[in-house]
């Protein structure tokens, strides 16, 4: 980004005391290198949109898939998507076309549809959960606990949640007055915590209120999904045969896998954010990075790999046949 670019943004900021845009970075120190480095990531976002794609058009189309762990999957590949396509078009275009001017209220947009999907794909891992502890605890009952309306119903919740914890916050950031001199931004796209620094104005309230959301979303789902588990471990330690407690515990292996391949990035963020200010601005980068792109990348890899019927429903599907 020339200087005399961020010179004009500068000077409109004091004139109009509102941000008309913010200034976006890619990898910082690296910016020499944006353009081969553009080819991993495109690479990272063609396998998570393709993956997951799959994995829906997978369950859609094989009516064997039609069950209550499949209806679930389908949430977190939907999720992933998303997740994907909020970041997608800025990153690219900071990588490719050194293009790193947004809008202030194009970044609220992305900034508001990427924590939403991260919301969701956090909320339907808790919903994951709650379906395996009610296939290894109540097998006999699972059917009848987990219908389609229950499935639908508990969709409609989770985007619901989703949706209205994270309504106020680009209203929050919009009532604030910006600093003239502090529109660059710390990613290539709109990050929450980001955003709100370069405010000149008290930022309590923003403060308060993320950390709420994060508590009352990602903090309980994690508590939750940890709950579950401990429950379903009780129910397993109960089965007389190993080979029993061995098959019980298989069909958990995946939803662990991406439960961690979720949560550990997300933790590794918010030390990041609290404790790890003396870190390079490289390191924020590429842990945000790894938060954003890495698990729509891993889920479906995941998925495919230790489900065999949606692995092979996913062949199916490549070679264009579906079971009717």
Request: aromatic share 10%; hydrophobic share 50%.
């Amino acid at each position: 980004m020339s200087e005399d670019g961020t010179a004009n943004i500068v000077a409109l900021f004091d004139v109009t005391r509102s941000p008309p845009a913010f200034l976006l970075v890619g990898l910082p120190g690296l910016e020499a290198f944006h353009g081969w480095i553009s080819i991993p990531f495109l690479s990272m976002y063609t396998v998570a949109l393709t993956g997951n794609c799959l994995i829906i058009l997978a369950v859609k189309r094989t009516p064997n898939l039609h069950q209550p762990m499949y209806y679930f999957l389908s949430m977190l590949a939907l999720s992933d998507v998303g997740l994907t396509l909020s970041t997608l078009p800025t990153t690219l275009s900071v990588l490719w076309f050194d293009y790193a001017f947004i809008g202030f209220n194009a970044c609220l947009v992305q900034m508001f549809f990427l924590h939403v999907f991260s919301v969701v794909e956090s909320s339907v891992l808790l919903a994951m959960s709650f379906d395996r502890f009610v296939a290894i605890s109540n097998p006999l009952r699972y059917a009848a606990v987990l219908t389609n309306n229950v499935i639908i119903r508990i969709g409609m919740a989770i985007v619901t949640r989703a949706t209205l914890s994270l309504f106020p916050v680009p209203f929050l950031l919009k009532r604030l007055n910006y600093c003239p001199g502090k529109i660059v931004l710390s990613h290539s796209f709109c990050f929450h915590a980001d955003v709100m620094k370069r405010a000149c104005a008290d930022i309590t309230v923003n403060i308060l209120y993320g950390l709420y959301v994060v508590l009352s979303t990602v903090g309980l789902d994690s508590l939750l999904i940890v709950l579950s588990y401990t429950l379903i471990l009780h129910t397993v330690m109960g089965l007389a045969s190993p080979k029993e407690r061995v098959r019980a515990l298989n069909t958990c292996v995946s939803h662990i896998l991406a439960v961690l391949v979720f949560y550990i990035p997300v933790i590794g963020v918010s030390m990041i954010h609290r404790f790890g200010r003396h870190l390079p601005q490289l390191v924020h980068a590429l842990v945000a990075y790894v938060y954003l792109v890495v698990p729509p990348v891993l889920n479906p890899v995941i998925y495919s790999i230790k489900s065999k019927p949606i692995r092979e429903a996913i062949l199916r599907v490549l070679r264009g046949k579906c079971h009717r």
